[in-house]
């Protein structure tokens, strides 16, 4: 280890360095979100508070990172998410953490997908105990180490909801559902499509009996064993991993062969038939429109009976804007009571595209009011003026350093000012202030208060 690079003790002092300036880039599949988009995504995720509060749902806000075997156990060790695309690192604490009677947590994960987070959240604070169910949304990064393209990145936007315990009712279903589409409503988001279907009881520990989905997928098995030799090496391996993913497959060599594939409707016992029967009724009676799509079955283990998965215009390959579905049986396979449990995330990062795409991102964010000031005296009114505006809500730019006035209303249209006050010497003195209108050229004199009036009736 060279000098430079040897660690410093707290309140040492760096040494100076001999390197030379160097750039960087934000890591591949990461970005930066910028003004004027970064308005769009506050709009989205206001809209977001707003509307699952009417549903009455609370926010929680779990860690970024988790123990990986967290992951590995809700979301399956076999899927693609814990086995290619977690960003995994030895918990530096190790070690440490047993001397301090905590238990060990050798591997740590930046969480994949946050519905893991929320069912050990709703064990860890016994909220098995408050009114049943308990409804909660969260929003924030997800991180996968996919392929980057468009619509698909490493650091990605989650919004999501998850409704626990109570019980299994249709209309929960449904009224997850419809939230979701109260939500993308509320957004103008354009070619929402939404595709659902029933995937069948899932594995003990939920119920030994009657496990509809484990005989589905061994005829599954069956038959795409009979025509493995016309498969893709992706779908082959998958036969034996996880042959519900081979339905997922876009490879247009592969359809026709999908198409003839038993499916899960078929095969549903009488429970899981009667509650999907029952969640379509309860999307007919909230007006909400679907597709029945027997293709859709979702990449993470923990699912069973609703999925849903929907789509939005502008997208391209990547055009799942939300996937969702049940859950009854992940809290207790983490270690907590048996509880029923359904969800979904939106893909912020695709709904903006797809909104931006629509003509519905905002134009660049303008500013009400330019002060152009020239002189002493008006750099002290430029001052107090800005304030008043600012406190009645007017968005305000007062340049640091005197401007000509030219070069000033030029700069206020640069940055989309609607009018430009100026004020000189004589503006100051007489009290009277000189608004522009910088769409028309118009000017006009007020004073502070009739200023005030006429900014607040706009
Ligand atoms: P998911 O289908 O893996 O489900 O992700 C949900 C949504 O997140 C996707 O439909 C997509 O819009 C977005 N998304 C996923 N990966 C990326 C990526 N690499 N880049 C951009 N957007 C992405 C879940 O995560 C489940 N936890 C949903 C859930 C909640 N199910 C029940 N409760």
């Not at 430079?4 to 002092?13: D, I, L, N, R």
Request: proline residues 6%; glycine residues 10%.
């Amino acid at each position: 280890m060279s000098e430079g690079s040897a660690k410093k003790g707290f309140g040492e002092k760096p040494q100076p360095t001999e390197e030379k300036p160097r750039k960087f880039q934000a890591i591949r599949g990461t970005r930066d979100l910028l003004p004027p988009e970064t308005a769009l995504w506050n709009r989205v995720e206001q809209t977001a508070h707003e509307v699952f509060a009417t549903f009455g749902y609370g926010e929680i806000r779990p860690p970024i990172f988790e123990p990986t075997e967290l992951f590995a156990r809700a979301v399956g060790g076999e899927t693609d998410i814990v086995s290619k695309e977690m960003y995994t690192f030895s918990n530096p604490m190790e070690g440490m953490l047993s001397e301090m009677a905590l238990p060990e947590v050798e591997k740590i994960s930046l969480r994949p997908e946050a519905t893991a987070s929320v069912c050990r959240a709703y064990i860890e604070h016994g909220m098995q105990q408050l009114p049943q169910p308990v409804k909660l949304y969260y929003m924030g990064p997800m991180f996968r180490r996919e392929r980057p393209q468009k619509g698909r990145y490493r650091q990605f936007y989650q919004i999501g909801a998850e409704v626990l315990g109570g019980t299994d009712a249709p209309a929960i279903d449904a009224e997850v559902i419809e939230m979701v589409m109260t939500f993308f409503d509320k957004l103008e988001l354009q070619g929402v499509q939404l595709d659902i279907n029933s995937i069948g009881h899932s594995a003990p520990p939920v119920d030994g009996k009657n496990v509809c989905r484990r005989a589905y997928v061994e005829a599954l098995r069956a038959a795409l064993e009979n025509v493995k030799d016309k498969l893709a090496a992706d779908s082959q391996r998958r036969i034996e991993t996880n042959p519900l993913r081979v339905l997922d497959s876009k490879l247009e060599h592969e359809q026709p062969i999908i198409e003839k594939l038993p499916r899960i409707g078929d095969h549903l016992c009488d429970e899981c038939k009667a509650h999907y029967a029952a969640v379509k009724h309860e999307l007919d009676l909230r007006g909400v429109k679907y597709r029945e799509n027997w293709r859709l079955v979702r990449g993470l283990d923990y699912y069973m009976r609703t999925t849903f998965e929907i789509t939005a215009k502008g997208l391209g390959s990547q055009n799942a804007v939300c996937g969702g579905g049940r859950y009854d049986g992940l809290v207790e396979l983490l270690g907590g009571p048996p509880t029923k449990g359904i969800g979904f995330a939106i893909g912020e990062d695709r709904l903006i595209l797809s909104l931006q795409e629509s003509g519905k991102a905002p134009a660049q964010q303008g500013r009400d009011v330019y002060i152009a000031w020239m002189g002493e005296n008006a750099r002290a009114t430029a001052i107090r003026a800005a304030k008043t505006l600012r406190n009645a809500g007017f968005r305000v730019e007062l340049p640091p350093v005197e401007q000509k006035f030219g070069k000033a209303l030029g700069q206020a249209d640069k940055l989309g000012a609607k009018y430009a006050l100026i004020l000189g010497d004589n503006e100051v003195s007489s009290g009277e202030w000189t608004l522009k209108t910088l769409a028309d050229g118009t000017q006009q004199k007020l004073t502070e208060p009739q200023l005030l009036e006429f900014l607040r009736k706009l």
